[in-house]
């Protein structure tokens, strides 16, 4: 891993995070938001492969060092989670990055994977103020609800056609209920299933997908946090 595990104030105490920076020493600042397992080696390779394409990325622990080794036990974590100091902790990480020397121009988006995707909506209703732009991979949280009409940035939005969990015409509900409330949003729909993007998943990962979907996010956030 290229990057390193920092501290950040979040939700009125101490979060850690781990930090990838751009080798040319600046760029704009991205939010990583980790999936159900946790922040997990492939969350932090993610957040160097941003670093790799020129952005300061931060991965907050939103479990606070609990991962999980199966299914069960992710979804254990998933609805144990606060949402309410998550959706904190990813303003403190924002603001982190904002205050950041490194963070050059001054704005911060916020991407995630399937929960990390749903929260990474949430940030983007809830932290306006913060958060410039969204990509929301295929996200799923049955406890997170997302305020449409508080969504001030863009939105690039990441679907598989093949996914049991978030089925196409769901996916295509939430696009419209953001489309409606005059949110600038961006949607593709993938021939895969759902964790497409996690290479580190073989029985889920789709390469082509997850290669596409990538060029897609980096172009989009370039455009929007110049």
């Not at 205050?99 to 988006?109: I, Q, S, T, W």
């Not at 690039?156 to 015409?169: I, S, V, Y």
């Amino acid at each position: 891993m290229a990057g390193t595990m920092i501290e950040f104030r979040g939700d009125g105490r101490t979060s850690s995070g781990y930090l990838a920076a751009p080798a040319g020493g600046r760029g704009p600042g991205v939010v990583v938001v980790q999936e159900w397992w946790g922040l997990v080696d492939h969350i932090k390779d993610v957040a160097d492969r941003f670093a790799a394409d020129g952005f300061v990325a931060l991965a907050p622990d939103l479990y606070h060092g609990a991962q999980a080794r199966n299914p069960d036990e992710a979804e254990k974590l998933r609805m144990a989670l606060d949402v309410a100091r998550a959706g904190m902790e990813l303003r403190g990480a924002a603001a982190y990055l904002l205050a950041h020397d490194a963070v050059r121009p001054k704005r911060v988006g916020v991407v995630g994977f399937c929960m990390g995707g749903q929260l990474a909506l949430f940030a983007a209703a809830e932290h306006a103020d913060v958060v410039s732009a969204a990509v929301d991979f295929y996200g799923l949280h049955p406890s997170v609800e997302v305020d449409a009409e508080k969504v001030r940035g863009p939105v690039l939005a990441h679907f598989g056609r093949r996914d049991r969990g978030l089925p196409e015409a769901r996916a295509a509900a939430v696009v419209e209920r953001l489309r409606a409330a005059g949110v600038e949003i961006d949607a593709y729909y993938y021939d895969a299933g759902h964790a497409f993007f996690n290479d580190a998943r073989p029985q889920a990962h789709d390469e082509g997908s997850a290669a596409l979907a990538w060029t897609r996010t980096v172009q989009f956030l370039r455009r929007h946090l110049a």
